[in-house]
């Protein structure tokens, strides 16, 4: 994209009526000093008054710290879990991650008719009140919190039970709640969030955000995340006066890179890193749990290597082996634990024999580098009229530019104008390389001469109902290798926008994948808004495909449920596949 061209595009995105941040940053410092922190169990237990107070006190003493992950389909069933989790011998939890149904990121008036989603609800103060007493494990709410439309109000409710790391900050950028189109009011409650937050940092207060849940899935280049954390850290501390919490990994299975992210990080935040915590590898799953077993200890044995070489209060998360297949259930989150601290006993005894200097090779190159890509963007930015003193502008025009355009703008890879980015990469993301490698399996799939000529010269719809987007991108480029007219629509995309576009573009099938415990309920709306205009055209249904039920402890599979409504569904790209879509579509 030559610049004159991303100049256009900016001042089109500011042409929307923005309110100033100033103001909003006021109302959110007012806010704050209304605001009365709540005591939780463990800050009782532990004799603080933040989970930052607590993080300091365990990278003085070099501690290490555990996280779990826990949302059940109730928030009874979570508080239960938690109790259960501590009650549990052979390892002990700091830290919890209420994983909470996407619907809790609109306003409370709207979420009775939105889709059902994984995770609880949290109906009423109480509940609220609950939340940092069910079990002396202090609770960390990052999803659908401080980047959504019920920022302010959630933001509000969970320091009143005490809980003071508080995000998801990345998920401001490629996430959406359902049904909901309003960017601006969203970032408007997302700068009064962060202000809030920012007016109780003295309190101890920290805005998480985890970086490879928002454009940092999307980058391909370890360097822009770099850039990208420079930018958060800018927008957050100095426009807003909060501190930033990072978090990544999910997406990291490399671990030079792994252990590398966290000096890298340190570095970010000048040595003064005080981290959320480190997500397990998620990409490496498989259906296989003993093979999930080795993977897990082989992540946590550098992260927590990392930790010791570098302490930054980074909590580490074993994950439970069945997370690449469904929501865990409590005794396999315990089981995670266990594995977990028995993975510690393993790197004390080896940490003094262990040479991490390509770790920190890793963090000086993509620290350097993604130092330019920050002062790439601010440069950027300003060139093309945007106030970077004005957090509500700023945010609000990342949001709307995506992660592609800010990529190819500002990245730091020397110049290459036959690549997609513009830019040879200075260290590919692990999972911009899986995609690759998923491209070269299946490559052969898709040029088989059969599949190629029911694909070929086909207009197919290619969209993702939530923010996991990589499966995607692949169908992307292997259908269009394969000769169809490829419509790419993205992730986050409700049933309506899908039919819209389908009909727009008069496509021949559509593509779709879903992962987050709503698949039933986002194909009956599907159904419903074809029944409209085209109800026999075909749809492919792939990935996770469960959903969240009443009275059930953990989403169930609806494959056949998917099917009874005229759809195809697999979570798996295979030839029958490919050859159901093309006689649908002949």
């Not at 052979?90 to 149904?101: H, L, N, S, Y």
């Not at 426009?239 to 990994?249: E, F, N, Q, V």
């Not at 040595?271 to 749990?289: A, V």
């Not at 573009?505 to 709306?525: F, I, Q």
């Amino acid at each position: 994209m030559k610049f004159s061209d991303f100049e256009k595009l900016t001042q089109e995105i500011l042409a929307q009526e923005l309110p100033p941040g100033n103001p909003i940053i006021s109302r959110g410092r007012a806010t704050a000093r209304e605001i009365k922190i709540g005591r939780t169990l463990f800050m009782d237990k532990h004799g603080v008054s933040s989970e930052a107070e607590y993080k300091q006190l365990c990278i003085r003493d070099k501690k290490i710290t555990f996280h779990a992950h826990i949302g059940l389909n109730s928030w009874a069933a979570t508080a239960d879990a938690l109790k259960k989790l501590d009650a549990g011998s052979g390892f002990k939890i700091d830290r919890a991650g209420i994983c909470m149904d996407r619907r809790m990121g609109l306003p409370q008036s709207l979420r009775r008719n939105a889709p059902a989603e994984t995770g609880p609800m949290l109906t009423s103060t109480e509940d609220w009140l609950s939340i940092g007493q069910a079990a002396p494990i202090q609770p960390h709410m990052g999803d659908f919190m401080i980047g959504f439309p019920s920022g302010v109000s959630n933001t509000i409710l969970a320091l009143g039970a005490g809980v003071t790391t508080i995000g998801n900050l990345s998920q401001f950028f490629s996430h959406e709640v359902p049904n909901w189109k309003d960017h601006v009011t969203t970032t408007v409650e997302t700068v009064e969030a962060i202000s809030i937050m920012g007016g109780l940092r003295h309190r101890g207060t920290l805005v998480h955000s985890y970086l490879e849940d928002g454009y940092g899935a999307l980058f391909y280049d370890c360097a822009t995340i770099a850039g990208w954390a420079f930018l958060e850290k800018y927008i957050v501390e100095t426009l807003m006066g909060a501190k930033l919490t990072h978090c990544i990994g999910g997406l990291t299975c490399d671990p030079v890179k792994r252990a590398g992210w966290v000096f890298a990080l340190d570095m970010i935040h000048n040595h003064d890193c005080l981290g959320s915590m480190i997500y397990g590898d998620t990409i490496s799953f498989t259906q296989n749990l003993i093979v999930n077993a080795g993977l897990v200890s082989e992540y946590l044995l550098w992260d927590i290597l990392a930790q010791m070489a570098c302490p930054t209060g980074h909590a580490l998360l074993p994950l439970p082996l069945t997370e690449g297949v469904r929501i865990p259930s409590v005794q396999e989150i315990e089981e995670a634990q266990q594995l977990g601290n028995r993975v510690l006993q393993t790197a004390q005894r080896i940490f003094d024999h262990v040479d991490l200097t390509p770790s920190r090779l890793f963090a000086k190159r993509v620290v350097t580098k993604g130092q330019l890509v920050f002062e790439n963007a601010l440069a950027g930015l300003k060139e093309a009229g945007v106030k970077m003193d004005d957090p509500v502008e700023l945010l609000f025009v990342l949001k709307k530019m995506g992660p592609a355009v800010f990529e190819e703008m500002f990245g730091a890879g020397t110049e290459n104008l036959k690549n997609v980015r513009k830019h040879d990469l200075v260290i590919p993301t692990d999972v911009f390389e899986m995609s690759q490698k998923s491209i070269e399996t299946h490559r052969s799939l898709f040029m088989e001469p059969a599949n190629r000529q029911m694909i070929s010269g086909k207009k197919l719809l290619i969209a993702s109902t939530d923010v996991h987007e990589h499966a995607i991108l692949v169908l992307n480029q292997l259908c269009k290798e394969a000769g169809a007219r490829v419509y790419y629509l993205g992730a986050e995309k409700n049933p309506d926008e899908v039919v819209a576009e389908a009909v727009k573009h008069k496509v021949d099938g559509v593509l779709l994948s879903t992962h987050n415990g709503m698949a039933l309920d986002y194909a009956s709306r599907l159904k419903q808004e074809l029944e409209k205009c085209c109800p026999k055209l075909p749809i492919i249904f792939g990935g996770i495909l469960n959903q969240k039920m009443e009275n059930c402890e953990l989403p169930v599979d609806v494959s056949f449920n998917i099917k009874k409504l005229g759809f195809i569904a697999s979570g798996r790209l295979q030839a029958n596949l490919i050859g159901q879509l093309g006689n649908k579509i002949e």
